[in-house]
């Protein structure tokens, strides 16, 4: 079987996956999704971000799998419905709430601040639910009661929310701690870093400056606070680093070039690393392990840079290197692993029994990502362009 075939068939199993596996049908998280599906090995939690990236994932697939509407759209009804009532709350959503609250550890700092990253995933899901059903993500009896619609009540919100997170030029803060909570520990994603311009870039890719004002003014400050001279302060982490490069990669989708050559030179930066389609964690430290989200989004951006003539012969040769190695990695129910730890023995797709992630252990966003670098990468390898709307969807 070819690399493109492979990826293609992968391709297909991460979405069967998807749609059954993370989804919580029933209790009082339902319409929830799960983080991962962990066998037990690990207590069970769903959180906003994932569900708003569920959405954009959802909004995508109906995109490019126009048979698997009927299927999206009921999953979009359900995860609107849970996100409206986590943002309902006075000090907004739970960052992470576990299926069993006992299971929660007492040192769960996350609930104790609102982050932007989270909550502009969460925006950017309800934005492209609204576009993909055209009726605010409610049912159609839902959608003649309900004024407004629910997900149209929810992305009013999680602005309202975002909105409180802005620094003083304007740009977005990465968290701001709760009433009477203290600091959360200092990491990349508690401080104002390069990974918020996924935030303003997807908020620029799914708004109209007209229609969201504040939005896209704060969008426009992170832009410029964080994408300007990226080269220089790139993060060490991949995974920030090519949230970083998605961001500029949506902000570009709704006509901002002006940090084309940013982009690039930082992809090529981080692509000079790879070695027969692996990244590390830590692009220069080879003994970081190897995650499936940032083979996944190196795909991603790589494909789309390809297929727009913008990577050399080496970046673009690489390319079907790290779609393989991400392929390699999903069992055969479409369960992708989050990392080589979770990967059983290495097994490969070509045969080995239990190949890919062990049985029961699936990442939900490393499968979202994974999903869709496949399909664009298949875009590209056959010389197309990727399509302006797939990356307004990147998820």
């Known amino acids: 079987m070819s ?13 069967d996956w998807l749609l059954d596996r993370p989804y919580v049908a029933h209790g009082r998280e339902a319409g929830a999704v799960l983080g991962a599906t962990t066998g037990g090995a690990a207590p069970a939690y769903v959180y906003p971000e994932i569900a708003g990236y569920y959405l954009t994932w959802l909004a995508f697939l109906r995109t490019v799998e126009p048979d698997r509407t009927a299927r999206a759209t009921v999953r979009i009804e359900a995860v609107t419905g849970w996100l409206a009532r986590e943002l309902a709350g006075p000090g907004g959503p739970r960052t992470r709430s576990y299926l069993d609250p006992a299971e929660e550890p007492p040192e769960e700092w996350r609930n104790d601040a609102l982050f932007a990253f989270d909550l502009g995933m969460v925006l950017r ?7 993909a059903t055209g009726m605010g993500g409610t049912t159609t009896a839902q959608h003649a009661a309900a004024e407004p619609p629910v997900a149209e009540s929810s992305t009013a919100r999680a602005a309202e929310l975002l909105d409180r997170l802005r620094d003083q030029d304007g740009s977005w803060l990465s968290c701001r701690p709760l009433p009477g909570a203290t600091a959360p520990p200092e990491r990349w994603s508690t401080r104002p870093g390069p990974h918020l311009l996924k935030v303003a870039g997807g908020v620029l890719a799914l708004t109209r400056p007209q229609d969201a004002p504040r939005l896209t003014e704060a ?15 790139l993060p060490a982490m991949s995974h920030p680093a090519l949230y970083a490069l998605e ?9 901002h070039t002006e940090y084309r050559a940013e982009l690039e030179r930082c992809y090529t930066r981080l692509s000079s690393h790879l070695a027969h389609g692996v990244l590390h964690e ?18 991603r951006v790589g494909s789309v840079l390809a297929s727009q003539g913008r990577l050399d012969a080496d970046a673009v040769g690489e390319l079907p290197y790290v ?15 989050f ?7 290495g097994a490969a797709r070509s045969g080995a029994a239990g190949r890919g992630a062990r049985a029961g252990l699936g ?25 302006d709307q797939w990356i307004r969807l990147l998820v």
């Not at 990392?339 to 023995?345: K, L, Q, T």
């Open 3 to 15: 690399t493109r075939t492979e990826a293609a068939v992968g391709a297909v199993e991460l979405a």
């Open 125 to 131: 899901g309800l934005i492209a639910s609204v576009s």
């Open 219 to 233: 969008a426009r400050a992170t832009l410029r606070r964080h994408a300007a001279a990226l080269a220089d302060r």
């Open 247 to 255: 961001g500029l990669l949506q902000a570009e989708a709704a006509g």
């Open 282 to 299: 830590y692009a220069e430290r080879p003994d970081s392990r190897i995650r499936s989200d940032v083979l996944a989004q190196l795909l």
């Open 323 to 337: 779609a393989k190695a991400l392929t390699e990695r999903i069992d055969p129910a479409g369960a992708l692993p």
């Open 339 to 345: 990392d080589s730890a979770d990967d059983s023995d």
């Open 363 to 387: 990442n939900t966003w490393c499968a979202m990502f994974a999903h869709q670098a496949l399909v664009f990468h298949g875009r590209a390898a056959s010389g197309r362009p990727v399509p």
